[in-house]
């Protein structure tokens, strides 16, 4: 993912992809003011990209190899990898990780969801250009001028 900030106007629905929190916060203020409806506040978080789910795959591995084993070999099979410690599921979880890494990489499956966190809520400045409250004039009389 290129970026790490994205901006929201409304709070749910994340766009863009910026270096900082500042660029991220510019775009946004700049987007609120375009918007038809400018909203009082903006929304900057940090984006976490999507985790491939990678590790935590050793166990479920070997159960698979231990299950195959003793369908094909019957009860001499059975036994098969029951003795593995847990710096050795350890290992091969992170051979596992490694693997499954790589091939997501080579194959350009990495994921290309992410989710927003650390979120900031910031007010959108009224432009130089817009009128204060205090300095719009208020209508005295209403009516025709008919002589």
Same mark, same amino acid.
């Given at each position: 993912m290129a970026g790490k900030y994205a901006? &929201?106007?409304n709070g749910e629905?994340?766009?863009g992809s910026f270096?900082?929190?500042d660029e991220a916060l510019r775009e946004?203020? &700049?987007a609120a003011r375009r918007s038809v409806d400018t909203p009082l506040s903006v929304y900057v978080g940090r984006r976490v990209p999507g985790d491939v789910k990678a590790s935590g795959h050793a166990r479920a591995v070997l159960a698979n190899m231990t299950a195959r084993a003793r369908d094909e070999y019957g009860d001499a099979g059975a036994s098969y990898l029951a003795g593995i410690t847990k710096p050795q599921i350890e290992k091969l979880d992170e051979a596992l990780q490694m693997v499954i890494q790589g091939w997501l990489q080579q194959n350009e499956l990495a994921p290309t969801f992410s989710k927003i966190e650390a979120i900031g809520e910031y007010p959108v400045p009224a432009t &130089?250009?817009?009128r204060a409250i205090g300095?719009? &004039?208020e209508v005295q009389e209403i009516g025709s001028?008919?002589?």
């Open positions: 901006f &929201s106007l629905h994340y766009r270096e900082s929190r946004a203020i &700049s &130089s250009g817009e300095e719009y &004039s001028a008919e002589e």
